[in-house]
């Protein structure tokens, strides 16, 4: 019987063999032509299956909640200036992940400590990656910076050469005393000033350029010429800042870049051309000083400058990822207009809570006068003594992050964080602003309380640990620049309330509103009035 089933099968088997046999001998066209489209029609079927149940398997989960928009456009014409508040205020109405669509563009915006540890510690390979507007690729000569950078080899040399070559703890140590005669001179320059008002923003801005600048050249730059280059280069940013913050439809409708509506992109480069005219006679003068084998004023002698260092890259025939001039400016741009802007403006912001709790400012002099003593001058080896000052600038970074929404990520994969779906690309906003006031995580969070930051210190540091505090990101791409941000504030801080008392002009009030932009500006510059406080400051001499 068996025997019998198997002969039938085999010689079925046998026929259905030679019919194809003779189909694919051309004896019959059209069963030719009808199992070819037979064949086709089940693949296409088994790969549709297979496609669907594998997008099934890896991503089942909806898309974040959101408001609806209107169509084409999206939620375009509702985006406000203050896109850190607006993005708060949506989470109280979504929850803390939610989704606005743009034309063809999705964002999605997070605003929980949990969210924040999912896409920056569990899935942080995944949202390395950035998402530059239009305007940042025009002002980084096409990403070229480290900052925008996507993910991959050129990120990781360009960053790696900053942090060994720069921020080593002994290059910190060699450049110390080219960031302590910057902080002397402007010292002198605003005991000139005593009792006249002065803009905060505009000596913290020149003075930690010059910190900056003086640190890259190793002191070559001489102070004149630098302190009319700084003015020049702050006019320059600050546009710049303004221009990367513009929300710009080349970005959300990518068929109109080429056309460049808002003009934007020409704005950007003819900002850069302005970029050019500083770095170029810079750069110029630090060949030139490498040709001749010239000294720099760095405390070990012989010890090469950053400028040297990355000059002598370019050079480098054999590197595994040359780099050209260009790359080295958008490098500079990034290093100066990102350390510059984000330490003058959290020194405004500290400044500016403190003129406003007199009480609290008294605590941080009665600290200084403690640690340092009112006849000798502030030594960055004081900064791990100030205890109190720290915590006044973590309070201030928790009330106003200089980068409100952090750098935008872009997941390189679809994934799923907090149960729904970020698929690929996606732009992806941290609103750490929110986050630091997020009443869950934080008693009374809107109020200034440095007292908070004392009990537990080692819970708060800046390396994006805690995620309910982020001030400097956290992950593969938080900040490179900290242990240089960290200095360059609590010394700058420290040597300027050391020195004099402040106030208030007669009739002003301290204004708290904040401005969005890439870097959060009060909305107001302060305005302040220094008297002298040390016993005497020919000690700056
Ligand atoms: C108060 C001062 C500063 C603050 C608050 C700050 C904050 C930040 C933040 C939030 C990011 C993005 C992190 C992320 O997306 O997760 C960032 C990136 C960066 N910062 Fe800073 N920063 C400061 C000072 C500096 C300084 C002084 C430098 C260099 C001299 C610097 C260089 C950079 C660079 C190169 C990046 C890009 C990192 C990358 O994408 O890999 N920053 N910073």
């Given at each position: 019987m068996i025997s019998d089933v198997l002969h039938k099968l085999l010689s079925t088997i046998s026929n259905q063999w030679t019919w194809w046999w003779d189909v694919i001998n051309e004896k019959d066209e059209l069963a030719r032509a009808v199992l070819t489209i037979s064949i086709m029609l089940l693949l296409s079927i088994f790969f549709y299956l297979w496609t669907f149940l594998k997008s099934r398997n890896q991503i089942s989960a909806p898309l974040p909640p959101g408001p609806c928009g209107l169509p084409i456009v999206g939620y375009l014409p509702f985006l406000g200036t203050?896109?850190?508040?607006?993005?708060?205020?949506?989470a109280h109405q979504y929850g803390p992940i939610y989704q606005l669509w743009f034309g063809k563009k999705l964002w999605v915006v997070l605003s929980s400590p949990s969210l924040a540890k999912e896409v920056v510690r569990d899935l942080d390979t995944v949202f390395a990656n950035r998402d530059p507007p239009i305007a940042a690729l025009?002002?980084?000569y096409g990403g070229f910076d480290i900052a925008f950078a996507p993910y991959g080899p050129y990120w990781r040399t360009m960053r790696k050469v900053f942090v060994r070559e720069m921020l080593s703890n002994t290059s910190l140590e060699d450049t110390y005393s080219l960031r302590r005669d910057e902080v002397k001179k402007t010292i002198r320059d605003l005991h000139s000033k005593i009792g006249t008002a002065v803009e905060i923003s505009e000596i913290t801005f020149l003075m930690e350029f010059n910190l900056i600048m003086s640190m890259l050249w190793g002191g070559t730059v001489d102070s004149q010429r630098a302190d009319s280059v700084g003015t020049e280069f702050r006019a320059v940013t600050s546009k710049i800042i303004e221009l990367l913050a513009k929300p710009n439809v080349s970005d959300f409708f990518p068929i109109l870049a080429r056309f460049d509506v808002q003009g934007v992109e020409r704005e950007m480069k003819r900002l850069l051309q302005r970029v050019d005219r500083i770095f170029d006679p810079l750069l110029e003068s630090g060949m030139s000083r490498r040709e001749?084998?010239?000294?720099?004023?760095?405390?070990?002698?012989?010890?090469?400058?950053?400028?040297?260092?990355?000059?002598?890259?370019?050079e480098r025939e054999d590197a595994a990822i040359p780099i050209t001039l260009q790359q080295i400016k958008a490098l500079l741009l990034d290093i100066v207009s990102g350390g510059t802007d984000t330490t003058a403006t959290m020194v405004e912001w500290v400044m500016a809570e403190l003129l406003h709790k007199p009480e609290v400012m008294k605590k941080v002099q009665e600290e200084l006068s403690d640690i340092v003593g009112l006849d000798n001058i502030v030594e960055e080896s004081h900064m791990p003594k100030l205890h109190y000052l720290d915590a006044v600038?973590?309070?201030?970074?928790?009330?106003?992050?200089?980068?409100?929404?952090?750098?935008?990520?872009?997941?390189?994969?679809?994934?799923?964080?907090?149960g729904y779906n970020i698929p690929k690309d996606t732009r992806v906003f941290l609103n750490i602003w929110a986050i630091h006031r997020d009443p869950e995580a934080w008693d009374d969070p809107s109020e200034f309380k440095p007292e908070r930051f004392l009990s537990d210190a080692s819970e708060w540091d800046y390396n994006g640990n805690n995620f309910q505090f982020l001030p400097f990101g956290s992950g593969r791409r938080i900040c490179a620049g900290?242990?240089?941000?960290?200095?360059m504030v609590m010394y700058v801080l420290a040597s300027l309330l050391h020195s004099f008392d402040w106030k208030v002009p007669e009739g002003e009030e301290i204004d708290l509103s904040e401005k969005f932009g890439i870097v959060m500006k009060k909305s107001k510059p302060l305005i302040a009035i220094p008297t002298q406080r040390l016993s005497s400051l020919k000690l700056y001499a």
């Open positions: 203050n896109l850190h508040q607006q993005f708060a205020e949506l025009a002002a980084t001749g084998g010239q000294e720099n004023g760095m405390k070990s002698k012989g010890k090469k400058d950053f400028i040297q260092i990355l000059l002598e890259l370019k600038l973590k309070e201030t970074f928790r009330l106003h992050p200089a980068l409100p929404l952090l750098v935008p990520k872009r997941p390189n994969q679809s994934s799923i964080v907090g900290i242990p240089l941000a960290e200095k």
